[in-house]
Structure formats: structure tokens, C-alpha cells
């Protein structure tokens, strides 16, 4: 088992394009999740998905939108992208919900310049 | 203001010794409680879970939670170089919908 992958593992975007980040998981968990970590700011929750078909803000959405396409996959898009959101994404998922053991996939070092 | 709050550190320790990491939460109806460990450059790794008072050992490591003073420990038995990284706890706040909230996490220098 591959646990949960992430693609692409770095990027560098100039202000104001746009892309979306990709997360799979083959552990058949139901939730799944995106944060960012940022130096001094620790992890933060960006969107989550409880189940299959849901989507939920988490505590820094604003710039993100999030698609569940299945019950493997989460995407993360960043349509107009700023330099505020240079960061390192993790993808994670967990079993049943937001009181489960969460499972981290390797990141994705983002560069907005 | 971070919720759940822990000592940046670095905490240096000696190769065979203790070493002792500390963290302290605000929400009182907190219920799940974590610990990661993240090398440098890389993604939280799940070391241990607790969701009761007391402690709960897993080989060099015992989670220790006391839900009345609100906080959670970690304590690393036998420490090697190799546990050298930054470890973060995590608490599932029900005051802020259950979402997990992460501590600024402690680093950790296992000197040899």
C-alpha cells in the first residue's frame, strides 16, 4: 500500500496562475483533508471531506476550492494564486472522521513568486 | 492565539536518557488527542494516540493525558539520535467543530 501520494511534490507559480494539487489514498478511508504549514503558523486546516460527496471549510479557506471526486481522491485548487500562499501542502486521511488518527501524505512544496 | 501550545524548543538530551515533551490545550471538551513526528523536510508521521486519562505505552514511547490540568505528554525512553526531529501535538477541539488543531510543535536534539 502506497498509504496517501500527492502529486506534485514542488511547484513555482508566478502571481495569479492557477492550479490544482492532486491527493490519493488507498487505505479506503472516508475522510480526507488539506492543510498548510507555515513557518511560526504550524499546521492549518484549509478544506476537508468528511465522506464521500461533502466538503467543509476548515480554518484557512479563503483563495482554495476543493473537489472530493471519488472516495480515493481530494483535489486542492488555487485559482488566482499570491505570494501569501507559498507553503507546504499536506494531504492526509483518516479512517471514519475528524476524531480519528489522521494519515499524512509527503507534501508538496509551493512557491508563489 | 494558539489553542493548544507547546514549548519550540530545541530540547536537547543526552543519547539513553528521558526525553520529556509537553503540551497544553484550552478547549475542555477536547476528546482525541495525538502526537506526530516530523523530520525535516518531510510529512507528519502518527506516533501515538490517546483518548483517555492515564498512559498508554507503545515500545519507547508512553502518551500521558490528564484531561483535569489539560495537558498531554510525551515521553521518549531511551532516546537515540535518530528521534532527533520536531514533534507536534494534536487535539481534536470540539470547540472548533472537531477539526484537529496542531501545536506549533517541540524540537528535539538527541545528542549522542
Known amino acids: 500500500n502506497a498509504g496517501v501520494t500527492q502529486t506534485p511534490k514542488f511547484q513555482v507559480l508566478k502571481t495569479g496562475q492557477s492550479m490544482t494539487l492532486q491527493c490519493a489514498q488507498d487505505?479506503?478511508?472516508?475522510?480526507m483533508y488539506w492543510y498548510r504549514q507555515d513557518p511560526g503558523m504550524g499546521l492549518r486546516l484549509i478544506y476537508y471531506s468528511a465522506s464521500e460527496g461533502t466538503t467543509d471549510k476548515g480554518e484557512v479557506p479563503n483563495g482554495y476550492n476543493v473537489s472530493r471526486l471519488n472516495k480515493r481522491e481530494f483535489s486542492l485548487r488555487l485559482e488566482s494564486a499570491a505570494p501569501s500562499q507559498t507553503s507546504v501542502y499536506f494531504c492526509?486521511?483518516?479512517?471514519?472522521?475528524?476524531?480519528?488518527?489522521?494519515?499524512f501524505g509527503p507534501g508538496t512544496r509551493l512557491t508563489v513568486t | 492565539q494558539k489553542e493548544v501550545e507547546q514549548n519550540s524548543g530545541p530540547l536537547s538530551v543526552p543519547e539513553g536518557a528521558i526525553a520529556s515533551l509537553n503540551c497544553t490545550y484550552s478547549d475542555r471538551g477536547s476528546q482525541s488527542f495525538f502526537w506526530y513526528r516530523q523530520y525535516s523536510g518531510k510529512s507528519p508521521e502518527l506516533i501515538m494516540s490517546?483518548?483517555?486519562?492515564g498512559d498508554k505505552e507503545d515500545g519507547r514511547f508512553t502518551a500521558q493525558l490528564n484531561k483535569a490540568s489539560q495537558y498531554v505528554s510525551l515521553l521518549i525512553r531511551d532516546s537515540q539520535p535518530s528521534d532527533s526531529a520536531t514533534y507536534l501535538c494534536a487535539v481534536n477541539e470540539d470547540n472548533a467543530g472537531n477539526m484537529l488543531t496542531f501545536g506549533g510543535g517541540t524540537r528535539l536534539m538527541v545528542k549522542p
Open positions: 492526509a486521511s483518516s479512517e471514519q472522521g475528524l476524531t480519528d488518527e489522521q494519515y
Open positions: 487505505m479506503n478511508h472516508n475522510s
Open positions: 490517546i483518548y483517555s486519562n
